[in-house]
C-alpha cells in the first residue's frame, strides 16, 4: 500500500512538472523574438496583411515649415499608428489596439521633387503598430515647395502629413 501511495504521490508531482514545462513553452513561442535594440519596435513585413474597413489610421508625425538656405536636401520621417477595434471579453464597446504588419502605400501631393528614401520592402506597420517612412526632398531657391503625405491600406486612408519648404530668404 505504501508503494501505491508512493507512486500516486510522485506521478502528479511529474504530471504537474510537466504540465508547467510545456505551459512555459507554450509562452515562449508565443512570445515576440527578442529585440536587439530593447525598447523599441522591431519591423518585420514577411507577412503583411491589408487594412480592414474599421481599422483607423493617424499620424503621429507633426507637419514642419522648414526655412531653406539655399538648395540643400531635406529629410522627414514620417509616422502614423494603425489600429484595429478587438472585443474585450467583459467589455461593451470594442478597444482600439496598436496592429503590427498592415501593409501600405505612400501617397502624395506634392509640387516639388521629393524621394521616399524608405524602401518599399519596409512598408508595414511595426510590432507597437507604427508604420514609418522616410521623405527626401530638395529646397528650391526660387519658389516655396509643399508636399502632403498619407499612407493607405485596403480601403482606408490616413489623415496627411505636410511638409513646406520655404525658399530662401532674400
Known amino acids: 500500500m505504501d508503494e501505491l501511495n508512493f507512486k500516486k504521490k510522485h506521478s502528479s508531482r ?17 512570445s515576440a523574438p527578442e529585440d536587439d535594440n530593447p525598447g523599441f519596435c522591431r519591423l518585420s513585413c514577411d507577412k503583411t496583411s491589408l487594412a480592414a474597413n474599421d481599422f ?15 538648395e540643400e536636401s531635406v529629410s522627414m520621417e514620417l509616422a502614423w499608428l494603425i ?12 478597444a482600439l489596439v496598436e496592429r503590427s504588419g498592415i501593409g501600405f502605400a505612400v501617397k502624395q501631393m ?8 524608405t524602401p ?9 503598430g507604427v508604420a514609418t517612412v522616410v521623405i527626401s526632398a530638395t529646397c ?10 498619407f499612407i493607405k491600406s485596403g480601403a482606408v486612408g490616413s489623415d496627411s502629413v505636410a511638409l513646406k519648404l520655404k525658399k530662401p530668404e532674400a
Open 14 to 30: 511529474l504530471t504537474l512538472r510537466a504540465l508547467l514545462c510545456l505551459l512555459g513553452l507554450l509562452i515562449q513561442s508565443c
Open 56 to 70: 483607423q489610421m493617424t499620424a503621429q508625425s507633426e507637419g514642419a515649415d522648414f526655412q531653406c538656405a539655399g
Open 83 to 94: 489600429k484595429a477595434p478587438f472585443q474585450r471579453v467583459g467589455s461593451s464597446a470594442p
Open 110 to 117: 506634392a509640387d516639388g521633387a521629393f524621394k521616399i528614401v
Open 120 to 128: 518599399e520592402s519596409e512598408w508595414c506597420s511595426d510590432v507597437c
Open 140 to 149: 528650391s531657391t526660387d519658389k516655396d515647395n509643399s508636399y502632403s503625405f
